[in-house]
């Protein structure tokens, strides 16, 4: 039943979303986007409002940050209007579905943004020159993204990185490779140096629509990280700040973090948690990320370094590049009515838990 909520591409996501807001009667903006997709479809965020039109009580359900991660997201937010079990805001609230936030990586089956850009490292005060520093990625960028892409190539790019790994150990290794850069635009985890078209849009969707709002939430759904099929929700803000609790009281004691000192997550900065609570300074924020399992973290390593060559010195319309762009799409959207539906079940029970709190 819920397999009907998830679809095959953006186009058709979009279309899905787009039929669903209509027959529920929700409000819909939608923000075009400058380019088109691979077979020339139009580009766009589309942004529902659903429930009460004066609700200043309003959560955010999030999808796409991560490009080809909106699949899941976009499943959850089709339910939201569409399933007949689905939670249902209390009065003096309202879901607020922002639908492919990054639709260009949605579309071109990509993690990142039309510029290369990880959206969720791109939050940061470009103005000011503030950008976090990550020396050790320089050692690894030629090995993470390298020239070519056979046996050999991949093969001197494992030895660079068992090197690294003996020298600094396994957490840094990850964090150097994940917590991102802005140093090398064609690199991986790449946060950028200057707003992108996707958070210029973050500023205008809180301007535009959760102006009046008092207390406001979150949930911004990604997939690539943490037990297959499992949904786990993501705090980025330190233990024992009232934030913290607000949501610990709300989704459970569960709640990981990705700024522990011991954390699978790589701790990154400038999320997409940094341009909301920003963007609506004036509410009370309780944001979280909910992210679901896929693969073995060093696959869905393999496939974003993969996606990077192709893009830069690969071809994507042949052999190679399809199975490429298979690879890097499984390692994010497993193609399984069983992932889905767990998705869906798990998505739909935090929104709920997000609308209780809210309603408080
Ligand atoms: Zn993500």
């Not at 953006?10 to 400058?34: E, I, M, N, Q, W």
Request: overall charge negative.
């Amino acid at each position: 039943m819920s397999d009907a909520f998830f679809s095959v591409s953006f186009s058709d996501a979009r279309g899905r979303f787009l039929a669903a807001c209509l027959k529920a009667g929700a409000r819909v903006t939608s923000y075009d986007h400058p380019l088109r997709g691979p077979q020339g479809e139009a580009l766009a965020t589309d942004v529902a409002w659903l429930g009460d039109p004066s609700a200043r009580r309003v959560l955010v359900v999030g999808s796409g940050t991560h490009g080809v991660e909106g699949f899941s997201g976009s499943g959850i937010q089709v339910g939201l209007l569409a399933g007949p079990d689905a939670p249902r805001p209390p009065p003096g609230t309202a879901l607020l579905l922002v639908h492919a936030l990054n639709p260009y990586g949605f579309a071109w089956i990509r993690r990142v943004n039309e510029d290369n850009v990880d959206l969720n490292r791109n939050f940061v005060d470009h103005a000011a020159g503030a950008w976090p520093e990550n020396p050790g990625y320089a050692d690894l960028a030629d090995a993470l993204v390298p020239r070519r892409w056979d046996a050999a190539s991949l093969a001197a790019s494992e030895a660079t990185f068992a090197a690294f790994v003996r020298d600094n150990g396994e957490d840094a290794f990850r964090r150097t490779v994940k917590s991102g850069q802005h140093t090398h635009p064609d690199g991986v985890f790449y946060g950028g140096r200057a707003p992108t078209w996707s958070s210029r849009l973050v500023e205008r969707i809180c301007r535009e629509h959760l102006a009046d709002a008092t207390h406001l939430a979150l949930i911004d759904v990604h997939t690539g990280l943490g037990p297959y099929g499992y949904g786990e929700t993501l705090t980025s803000v330190h233990r024992g700040t009232p934030e913290e609790a607000r949501a610990r009281r709300w989704y459970g004691e569960d709640l990981a973090s990705t700024v522990a000192p011991k954390t699978a997550y790589s701790g990154s900065k400038g999320s997409i948690i940094v341009g909301c609570t920003e963007g609506a300074p004036w509410a009370e924020w309780t944001p979280i990320g909910l992210e679901f399992g896929t693969i073995a973290p060093d696959e869905v390593r393999l496939a974003v370094r993969a996606d990077g060559w192709l893009h830069l010195y690969g071809e994507i319309d042949s052999p190679e590049g399809r199975r490429i762009k298979k690879a890097l799409r499984d390692a994010f959207y497993p193609d399984d009515t069983v992932w889905r539906a767990k998705v869906w079940a798990r998505g739909a029970e935090i929104v709920a838990k997000g609308l209780a709190g809210l309603a408080g």
